[in-house]
């Protein structure tokens, strides 16, 4: 069974960092992409950023361009999204996700395209 599981999502003052984690477990082989989408209340999901299994480029959107940063860990089954200068319209619903080959469900920048998704973490930016 292929889980995604995220965590590092809270409560930050705007201004403020916070750095998501994500681990991937449960699939053979590799993915395609793997990164991050989000959702706020009443809006649709935004493709935030994602890393390329192939060759490790970067993607961002330009709402989180130079603010947000998306690594891997060695193994590359964990990835981090490192986010700083938090803005309020950054609150948000962040879901680690990859890129299987299966069915798109959500496009991000660039070459970022998502089928399966973890459970979300929830980040709140006050003013």
């Known amino acids: 069974q292929v889980l995604l599981v995220e965590s590092g999502g809270g409560l930050v003052q705007a201004g403020g960092s916070l750095r998501l984690s994500c681990v991937a477990s449960g699939f053979t082989g590799d993915y395609y992409n793997i990164g991050w989408f989000r959702q706020a209340p009443w809006k649709d999901r935004e493709g935030v950023s994602c890393i390329s299994s192939s060759d490790g480029r970067t993607y961002y959107a330009d709402s989180v361009k130079g603010r947000f940063t998306i690594s891997r860990g060695n193994n590359k089954n964990t990835v981090y999204l490192q986010m700083d200068s938090l803005k309020t319209e950054d609150t948000a619903v962040y879901y680690c996700?990859?890129?299987?080959?299966?069915?798109?469900?959500?496009?991000?920048?660039?070459?970022?395209?998502?089928?399966?998704g973890g459970q979300g973490t929830q980040v709140t930016v006050s003013s």
């Open positions: 996700a990859a890129d299987f080959g299966l069915r798109t469900v959500v496009r991000g920048p660039g070459q970022c395209t998502f089928d399966f």
